[in-house]
């Protein structure tokens, strides 16, 4: 009988990617999925961990986030959000750019989740809050060609942040290079919209299908659900939610939805700036494409198979199938309603709160990581500095009294100390 290394059993699985949704077993052996079944024999496992009642997906693809702390004006330390959340690749969209990705990629190595990336098309990167498209000296074809050509496997796409406070007077020019720079190298672009102009109805004419637009519901850019959106939706541009702290409101996805526009995929833009609220995590922001209607299959679609399908992610990432990389998530599913909130203080009521119980990655359970402070820069509200420092305190009362009594422990080296053994002659 085949021996894996772990055993998942008894779980409803979601995984459309592989075609496994209902009740399934899934095995792990050697960092990869070996089988997937509606029941597997328990001793074939070393380890099995009965899943009964809970979720099971694919480890979770978050298509835009913020990696690259201490580096970046808007970085964030990605493991001690993986592991209670079950995402296992983080998307970094555009944190560098030429003259930053090698940095990176040395400060990928460090994590334990999958970070690919998105080269910015700015050689800066994200050094600062906004402004590194304003001078097209650092919007460099050349430059971004070589970065990518260098770094195969890490770059997966070119992100291009496309509003007035980014670009200045350039208009779509940075895009324009970008698109430039993704269709010699084969790779998608990745377009953000913000306070324009320019606007969505500058930016979408440019994109390719298979591009992505990210803020897509977006109030802030008022994206809205126009002709030159549906036009772009029919022709193969992607939608991605891209939360952030300004990039989401609840009536212009839910004006969409009404169109038959709903976002291909489900993202976080989770940065320094909004991880303390109002993004929080990637099955947060689940739970508020589920408060607007959207299917639960749909929404965990849209953050496992679709993005990794989006940016031709290798070898089965974002789904169970067999000889995927063993990323799992088990969930909870904590019957609502629940309260959850948009970008600018609108509030809708969740079915249900995915509470992520176990991450895997390459079948390893990744280990409880603390989670460092935010940066002076970040503005906190009141009510969030509260938060943070009850949170600092439950855990310094957690860790400052001993992990077990007494009775919970037992003697490792004796007292009594044994004669030695006479040795035996001849």
């Known amino acids: 009988m085949t021996i894996h290394d772990l055993l998942l059993t008894g779980g409803r699985t979601i995984d459309a990617g592989g075609g496994h949704v209902g009740r399934y077993d899934v095995a792990f052996r050697g960092g990869r999925v070996a089988a997937v079944a509606p029941s597997l024999p328990p001793g074939s496992a070393r380890e099995v961990v009965d899943v009964s009642g809970h979720l099971v997906t694919p480890g979770l693809v ?49 994590y ?79 377009a ?22 990210t803020h897509c519901a977006s109030g802030v850019a008022a994206t809205g659900s126009g002709p030159v959106v549906r036009e772009a939706y029919a022709r193969g541009v992607l939608l991605d939610i891209g939360h952030g702290a300004g990039g989401f409101a609840f009536d212009v996805v839910e004006e969409q939805l009404a169109a038959g526009l709903a976002p291909h995929t489900v993202s976080t833009d989770l940065h320094a700036r909004c991880r303390y609220g109002p993004v929080f995590d990637l099955p947060t922001t689940m739970a508020k494409l589920r408060a607007v209607g959207m299917p639960l299959e749909d929404v965990v679609a849209a953050a496992t198979t679709t993005p990794a399908s989006a940016l031709r992610l290798p070898g089965g990432v974002g789904t169970l199938a067999v000889g995927a990389p063993a990323d799992v998530a088990v969930f909870a599913v904590d019957d609502g309603p629940f309260a959850v909130v948009d970008a600018h203080g609108q509030v809708r009521q969740a079915p249900e709160r995915l509470r992520n119980v176990a991450t895997y990655v390459a079948g390893r359970l990744l280990p409880p990581a603390l989670p460092e402070p935010p940066p002076p820069w970040i503005p906190l509200t009141e009510a969030q500095r509260a938060a943070l420092d009850r949170r600092d305190q439950a855990l310094r009362t957690l860790l400052g009294q001993p992990l077990v009594g007494p009775e919970g422990l037992t003697e490792q080296f004796s007292r009594t100390r044994q004669p030695p053994r006479p040795r035996k002659e001849g």
């Open 62 to 110: 978050d298509l835009h986030t913020h990696v690259h702390p201490g580096a970046t004006y808007w970085g964030v330390h990605p493991d001690p959000v993986a592991w209670h959340t079950g995402v296992t690749t983080w998307v970094d969209a555009g944190s560098a750019g030429a003259w930053g990705i090698d940095a990176l990629r040395a400060a990928v190595g460090s």
């Open 112 to 190: 334990r989740v999958r970070v690919p990336a998105l080269l910015n098309i700015s050689a800066l990167g994200l050094t600062g809050r906004t402004g590194e498209s304003a001078d097209l000296e650092h919007v460099s074809v050349g430059a971004a060609l070589d970065a990518v050509a260098r770094h195969p496997g890490l770059v997966v796409g070119v992100k291009a942040r496309i509003d007035h406070e980014t670009v200045g007077a350039n208009g779509v020019r940075p895009l324009e290079r970008a698109i430039e720079v993704a269709r010699a190298a084969g790779l998608p672009v990745m």
């Open 192 to 213: 953000h919209v913000a306070g324009g102009p320019p606007g969505p109805a500058d930016v979408l004419p440019l994109l390719r299908p298979g591009d992505i637009l």
